[in-house]
């Protein structure tokens, strides 16, 4: 086996487990959390995370693609690594400050209890976060091993202390402490690889800008992918959240596992681009991605049962919309490799941007008609975010066979 092909292995199997023990042991949590503490309470604390995780995307300030990208072209020069280390972490650091300011405003306006302030570790969590680092260089191993260890840490945590209805301020407390203390752990492990060195602020927001395009498109994505969230909560109720969000969580392990791929396969298409490679593994990705739609679109009431049987999660109430999120597992897979491993491997960023910007549009046209409606459904809200996501896909693969077979 060639080394660039046991690289790619290695960062295939290194992000899938990440994006596992990040989803899929939130999931196992679920069913307890869900009984200990009550689906409103639970609902709660997930309508809270929705925000913070919204907000982390202006954290990131859409550096994370930029940062491999450089960090793959430079991993054997130690004064760039310093230099580009240190712009990210001072950049992202400066934004979590600001961004932590009107969040702790929101919370205090708005009388919510004084527990979520501590979200705002959430937000430094995504600021020194090293991911991107250990990607570029192609060591991830690790990354996952910290990582795995501490979000097993959180999980016992919360099964052993959260016991009673009143406990539900400590899972808020242990997922914000767990998420901080994982980036601070690895921050401070690479400390050997690079140094913090002292950079301008010019240069910093230069950096930064230049990434503004990613931002954008990062932006409307989490606006697609957590407003359905958002608006059932205020719209239908906090409960129903809860199941939403438990498909979302599913949805994100399977579609994690597919992009896994595109994101494994990324350095190295950036250092040697083949076609030949791309076109076999998009492919297979059609036809592994496609799967979950038809099953959803299929059997959607009997996964639905199937699940309430093994985990005590009863989603019926959601699953008229269980093809949703088929859909969505295709475009966060197949669209998410064409838009990765093509466009931005062949710097075609505006390209990219465009298909997520174009496609954001027509989704919070189509809330806005949405919200007018004097009876306000689950089933609609599925039509609004089916026709958005195939709009984002088909735009994206217009643009991906553009610049393919027309030399754009």
Not at 89 to 109: D, E, H, N, P, W
Not at 203 to 210: A, G, H, K, R, S
Not at 265 to 290: A, H, Q, V
Request: hydrophobic letters at 50%; aromatic letters at 16%; glycine letters at 4%.
């Amino acid at each position: 086996m060639s080394l660039r092909n046991n690289r790619l292995i290695n960062n295939f199997i290194n992000l899938s487990v990440i994006q596992a023990a990040s989803l899929l042991l939130q999931i196992l949590i679920y069913p307890y959390l869900n009984n200990v503490i009550g689906s409103v309470n639970y609902g709660l604390i997930i309508y809270q995370q929705i925000i913070v995780l919204f907000l982390q995307v202006f954290v990131i300030f859409g550096t994370d693609l930029t940062s491999i990208s450089l960090v793959s072209k430079h991993k054997e020069n130690k004064k760039r690594l310093s230099i580009v280390f240190s712009k990210i972490i001072y950049g992202r650091t400066i934004l979590a400050t600001l961004i932590s300011f009107f969040y702790i405003i929101y919370i205090i306006k708005n009388d919510i209890s004084n527990i979520f302030l501590i979200n705002v570790f959430f937000l430094y969590e995504s600021a020194l976060s090293t991911k991107w680092f250990f990607h570029g260089i192609q060591k991830l191993r690790p990354y996952t091993l910290c990582f795995v260890i501490f979000r097993l840490l959180g999980v016992l945590s919360n099964f052993i202390l959260v016991v009673e209805i009143n406990d539900w301020e400590l899972v808020v407390l242990i997922n914000a402490l767990i998420s901080l203390l994982t980036s601070v752990v690895l921050l401070f492990n690479i400390k050997r690889k690079v140094n913090f060195v002292r950079v301008k602020i010019r240069n910093v927001i230069v950096f930064f800008l230049y990434s503004k395009e990613l931002f954008f498109t990062n932006l409307m994505s989490q606006i697609k992918d957590r407003s359905g969230g958002i608006i059932i909560a205020n719209v239908l109720g906090l409960e129903l959240l809860v199941y939403y969000d438990f498909c979302i969580k599913i949805v994100g392990v399977i579609s994690s596992f597919l992009s896994s791929v595109s994101a494994a396969c990324y350095p190295n298409f950036t250092e040697n681009f083949s076609m030949g490679s791309f076109d076999k593994i998009s492919r297979k990705l059609i036809i592994i991605s496609s799967a979950p739609f038809i099953f959803l679109f299929l059997f959607g009431r009997e996964i639905s049962q199937l699940i309430d049987y093994l985990i005590n999660i009863n989603i019926y109430p959601i699953s008229s919309i269980l093809y949703v999120f088929g859909v969505m597992i295709f475009v966060r897979s197949h669209g998410y490799y064409l838009g990765l491993c093509y466009l931005m491997v062949h710097n075609k960023k505006k390209e990219y941007s465009k298909t997520l910007i174009y496609s954001s549009v027509i989704y919070i046209a189509m809330i806005f008609l949405y919200s007018k409606q004097d009876l306000k459904t689950l089933n609609l809200l599925g039509v609004v975010l089916t026709i958005s996501l195939i709009f984002e896909y088909l735009h994206r693969y217009f643009y991906y066979y553009k610049c393919r077979f027309n030399n754009v």
